[in-house]
């Protein structure tokens, strides 16, 4: 079993050592990478299994212009390079060369290796050890990475330059993650029963509970995705992979959210994961009813999506200073359902795709006697989605709302159908 260690050596020739020996110790071999820029202040006399003019020529520069580069545009060599480790990771993970990858640096060794470990499968051992990572202005920027894959995250505190006690201390904690993750690691493929990805959220919290149970009666693992845009991204990312046999899309609502500016918005490949991965696909349209617009001090302070989408007229409610939910238009319902239908009509067997629709309310919010209760704007979400999609995607109505047991025996009922179909 061989482990990828990658870093500047430039920069961190002692503790990229110092970890290679103490993972060799551990009887696994050490693989190192060098993603040095040449503008370090160390001339490394550690020899790297691939070296940083290999990974410079796969990410597109000419040999021996990557110190120049980045002298020149420090941001165009640092994503360069990053394309060239990424293949390389990639190209050993593929060929079972690797069983794990542990990068270790501050922000340059991040930006470069983040892409390639959000490159590797869920569940493959992947370790970052970062003096970075905590640094509030470039959270935004991790969490593109951290939202969608399981990267694990050492904080270092300390900078890994030299070598000294701390320095020791986090290299031999950082071999020890490593190999442990490494030693006890089971293959997602290796399950046997079917796995079914679930979104949800608290306003379908009772049918969630009720398909899941059902799902789960039926003989199949229920992977759960809370929906708040970053969980329904991830949900998509790993849908896209084909890791799962189907999709229950109880809460397709990050595309509503991203359409009209929502807390929630999930990013514009939202819906598209089963279609590039023709996986079985279940939807609901719970969250259309609503715009996640909090906090609440946004009505007083002109903020853009208030003022535009003149919240402050519409029903709304207030969970608390940080959680508002305003209904959704007309307007915007007829546009979220068209763009729905544009996607899902992109699903290359739409036999698969069953669109499941409780009339009665499409979260708990939206129910008879609910806050946001608006039956005509609900039934228009309706008339212009089934006068959208392509006639071979199946729509069923219940009556029913969301959280009531003949819903989820529907959407249950639907995801046997559909993955009945697969095979036909």
Not at 153 to 182: E, Q, S, W, Y
Not at 332 to 357: D, G, I, S, T, Y
Request: hydrophobic share 45%.
């Amino acid at each position: 079993m061989a482990v990828a260690i990658v870093g500047m050596l430039d920069e961190r020739q002692e503790a990229l050592s110092f970890l290679c020996q103490r993972i060799r110790s551990k009887g696994m071999d050490a693989l190192l990478i060098d993603t040095s820029l040449g503008i370090g202040g160390i001339s490394p006399r550690e020899v790297p299994d691939v070296s940083s003019g290999e990974l410079a020529r796969l990410g597109g520069i000419q040999s021996g212009s990557i110190r120049e580069l980045a002298v020149s545009n420090r941001e165009k060599a640092t994503s360069l390079m990053s394309q060239g480790l990424t293949e390389k990771i990639l190209e050993l993970q593929l060929s079972n060369r690797i069983r794990g990858v542990v990068a270790v640096g501050g922000m340059t060794t991040s930006t470069i290796a983040l892409p390639a470990l959000r490159a590797l499968p869920f569940g493959f051992p992947k370790l970052l050890v970062s003096s970075a990572a905590a640094m509030p202005a470039y959270a935004g920027k991790f969490s593109q990475f951290l939202g969608l894959r399981d990267i694990t995250v050492m904080h270092t505190v300390v900078d890994t330059v030299g070598m000294n006690p701390l320095v020791r201390t986090l290299m031999n904690n950082a071999c020890g993650a490593i190999c442990g993750m490494v030693e006890n690691w089971l293959p997602v493929a290796g399950e046997k029963r079917p796995s079914v990805a679930l979104t949800e959220l608290g306003f379908c919290d009772k049918g969630a509970q009720q398909v899941r149970q059902m799902m789960e009666e039926l003989g199949y693992n229920v992977i759960s995705f809370h929906a708040t845009g970053m969980g329904d991204r991830a949900a998509e990312d790993l849908v896209g992979q084909g890791l799962f046999q189907a999709f229950v899309d109880l809460v397709p609502a990050g595309l509503s959210e991203h359409l009209l500016g929502g807390n929630r918005d999930a990013g514009p490949s939202r819906l598209l994961g089963a279609v590039r991965s023709k996986t079985p696909y279940i939807l609901t349209p719970c969250g259309f009813d609503m715009l996640s617009c909090g906090p609440i001090e946004r009505k007083e302070k002109g903020d853009p999506l208030w003022i535009d989408r003149s919240l402050a007229q519409r029903k709304l409610l207030v969970q608390d200073h940080m959680r508002v939910q305003a209904r959704t238009s007309a307007q915007e319902v007829e546009m979220v359902a068209k763009e729905v239908a544009h996607r899902l009509n992109q699903h290359p067997r739409k036999e698969l795709v069953f669109f499941v629709v409780p009339v009665r309310g499409f979260s708990s919010l939206s129910v008879e006697g609910g806050p946001l209760h608006e039956p005509e704007v609900d039934g228009h979400f309706l008339q212009v989605l089934k006068g959208s999609l392509d006639p071979a995607i199946t729509v069923k109505e219940v009556d029913a709302h969301i959280n009531e047991p003949a819903f989820a025996r529907a959407v249950v009922e639907a995801l046997v159908e559909a993955l009945g179909r697969v095979q036909d």
